[in-house]
């Protein structure tokens, strides 16, 4: 584990211990989740814009930002403590993170209205048929959205392209599911 990787590490369980972060399961296997993070990095080699949403206590946006210095991560935290934390460890990891404390609808209204996202990583959040589609119009060409999910199950959506599916080496249960999105010409 680098550095940077430790430090977040640290501040995560100091932080958790006054503000719910994280779950006692995700405390328990604290160094799996990270290790589980950090393979994600390695197969997705984030690079340009980033969204992550829902990034509660960090996972999987944070290790994968400090091994991505090349990306530029825009982390979408509703809950006022874990954005907190995120901007806290974001600038002393010293990482290329800009945290926006909102839900996603509203956050990616205040986005400059040119930003376009190359990766979209989101871990158990919601079905995302409901969500998916409303990024198309913040997506480039080719831009792949990155499911952390329990299933290998793909949805299908317009536009959007099943791809690969990894299984996450943290149980049976934990999987990397790819989306890539494909503008319509007509």
Known sequence: MNRKVRQYRDLLLKWNAKVNLIGPEAKANLDDHIEEAL???????????????????GLPAIPMAIMSPEARFHLVEADQKK???????????????????????????????????????????????QWVPSLAEHLVDGARVALFQGTPDLPSLTGYEAGEVVRLPRGDFNYLALLTFHVEHT
Do not use: N
């Open 39 to 57: 393979a994600a990095a390695e197969i997705l080699k984030p690079v340009g814009e980033v969204l992550d949403f829902g990034s509660g206590g």
């Open 83 to 129: 954005w907190a934390f995120l901007k806290h460890v974001a600038r002393e990891c010293g990482l290329s993170c800009q945290v926006y404390g909102d839900r996603l609808q509203r956050a990616l209204t205040r986005m400059p209205s040119d930003l376009r996202f190359s990766l979209v990583t989101s871990r158990a959040v919601g079905s995302p048929e």
